[in-house]
């Protein structure tokens, strides 16, 4: 169930499957979004302004590389809104968060999880023990790949197991994609439904070790804009 005065809005992009979540105070209208995508600003930002929220932080829970960050187009949209990273992403951000640190908006904060193993600077973000935005680190019955961009299956199952498993069973996570059309699933359903994350640690690692999956379509637009906040102009690639 979602906190009372919160608004909440799950936006998707079919291009690369991914999803950006708004969040906002209904009292004070301050609001933070996650995991924009460059072509969908535009429709983001038209809800932002019909809705009249102050856009405070524009955070990536990790330096993507399918598809290319909107929060550098935000940043110009909305003046005052930060862009978010984790400070062991690698990439360049107005604002870097520690495990443990908090993002306020008004009478709601976002506890950030460090939950590297898909990327060194995976984060999940925790809003009252009640829902939480876990990126690629964990996905409905799935998680992100640890083949590239400083992957590691040890350090993955580490972070989901200790970060996001230990949250109430009745959490409501939500994925940073999904492929097969679900938008969000529990703690609990994910502790005894996961194929991958049910398994021992050893099954678990040569199961992603073994996955043999396809380079990632938009990796090489997207990883060096990501790494600059995604504002250099891509028009033309």
Do not use: W
Request: glycine share 8%; hydrophobic share 35%.
């Amino acid at each position: 169930m979602h906190p009372q005065g919160l608004l909440f809005r799950q936006f998707f992009e079919k291009e690369s499957s991914t999803y950006t979540y708004l969040l906002a105070d209904k009292k004070t209208k301050e609001a933070v979004i996650i995991d924009p995508v460059l072509e969908t600003v535009e429709r983001d930002s038209r809800l932002i302004q019909q809705l009249q929220l102050k856009l405070l932080y524009a955070v990536n829970t990790h330096v993507h590389a399918d598809h290319v960050t909107g929060s550098g187009r935000l940043k110009d949209v909305f003046p005052g809104c930060k862009s978010v990273l984790s400070d062991a992403s690698g990439g360049k951000a107005d604002h870097y968060v520690d495990d443990g640190e908090e993002l306020r908006f008004g009478n709601f904060a976002l506890e950030v999880r460090k939950t590297p193993g898909h990327t060194n600077g995976c984060i999940t973000l925790v809003l009252s023990n009640a829902m939480a935005f876990t990126g690629d680190a964990l996905l409905i019955r799935g998680c992100g790949r640890t083949d590239f961009q400083q992957g590691s299956a040890d350090t993955l199952y580490y972070s989901v197991q200790n970060k996001i498993f230990t949250l109430p069973d009745d959490c409501l996570l939500y994925p940073g994609h999904d492929y097969t059309g679900q938008t969000v699933t529990t703690v609990e359903e994910e502790k005894k439904l996961n194929s991958r994350l049910t398994k021992p640690l050893p099954e678990f690692v040569e199961l992603m070790n073994n996955l043999n999956l396809p380079y990632p379509k938009q990796i090489d637009r997207a990883l060096p804009a990501n790494l600059i906040c995604g504002i250099q102009d891509t028009s033309n690639k």
